[in-house]
């Protein structure tokens, strides 16, 4: 797994920059189109059609992000900031086969929180730990 963790490695510099300029630019884009492919494009879609949501716990401040799928009004995934997503292709390309790093929702997230395009949504630890019994 060295070449993933290498690969982890550069994404997390980049996230860090667009952070820290609050901006993407196309060498950002280019840089991670190299990494994550076809699902770059499809998370920033999901990205620029406001599909990332972040819900903080009150009072624990503990969160997770909401992400739409492609069928936006029903179907939601729901990401941790650690490595885990609902979907399929998280279980099937990513922990089963090992062809990905992410699915596109983590790339989405991540992308979201780097550029400061989250939507933050505060619930109470108790609507919080409702979500999580329902994955
Ligand atoms: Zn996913």
Redesign the pocket.
Known sequence: MAAASASTAVADSIWREIKSSRSVSDDHLANLHLLFGDNLESATIIVDQGGVQKHTGNPSGRFIFK?V?KSKETEK?I?FPGHF??????FYDVVSKGERL?????IAFKLAEAAGMCKEVSITDEKLAEILSEI
């Open positions: 992400v799928g995934y990401c997503c609902t979907c399929h292709s998280f992410f699915c596109k929702h983590q």
